[in-house]
């Protein structure tokens, strides 16, 4: 496999100051391998649903070729619920609940044809089971990972434990300043590159993204989108687009490094015009080019 997904598989109920939808389709690793399978077809999916997860979604993923051996789909199980409320700025939100479910005895169990997985993604997930998965695999060429306030809060020395074992790690600001007990993002993204990552990266929502690897800083805007509908997923969509351009391109130089940020922020920006996995599912790889090269536009300028 050129990457490997672990995460979280979910139906979330989502509200924001213009509309609601109940039980869409979620999750970190829903969003992450929806959004590689548009740079590779050689991702194996780990993770857990209930037998109340709605098949078409299983098919969907299936006809992306994500690889779904690592799937275990327990009889007479709930899928992991979240909820989750935006606010009239559409940066802040507010989790209603988290019902975690199957979720809560998930065991991730890596098929032997998956362990040697060039990238490994760990969505976000329990730190224990992030170290659980890479306890399994042998070597990543690179090891991505997520994580979420609920995680920093529960399990905080756990995480700093798996931290030790990933070379990037991609976070939002909030969660940015939580993890490193730092309110200065700048400060908090090079003490996270003191506790194992090399590689930082910091979401900022409608504001964009900034890269950190030792002392370079690279900054990203988001895509100026004016009809926000749910930002829901959108940083796992990122993390999907960076891991896939990466895994396709097999380079992890700075350079190439930017252009996965670039291509990460550009499924992004279409994850948020609507609810949900439903822009991200019916992408063209004419548009996810076009979007990059406006980014390109969106940051040229000239000296004199
Ligand atoms: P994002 O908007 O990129 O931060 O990710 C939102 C997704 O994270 C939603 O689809 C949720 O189902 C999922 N999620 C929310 N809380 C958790 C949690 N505690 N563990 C794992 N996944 C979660």
Redesign the pocket.
Known sequence: MELLVV??I?L?TIETPFSRVDETP???A??ISISASYFTRSIGLVGVVGDDFPEDVISELQSRGVNLKGLQIIPNGKT?R?A?KYHYDMNT?E?IY?Q?NV?ADFNPVIPDEFKSSEIVCL????PVLQMRVLDQVYNPKLVIA?T?N??IERKYDELLETLKRVNVLIV?DAEARQIAREPNLIKAGKKILNLGPEIVIIKKGEHGAVLMIDSIIFSAPAYPIEAIQD????????AGGFAGWLAKTKDFSEKNLRRAVIYGSAIASFCVEDFGINRIKNLSWNEIQNRFFAFKELTKFEVD
């Open positions: 995460g979280s979910a979330d979620g999750g970190s829903l969003y992991f979240w989750g939100r989790t988290t975690l979720f969505g976000n997930i329990d997520d979420m609920f995680w939002n930002p829901t997923g959108a940083g796992d969509t990122f």
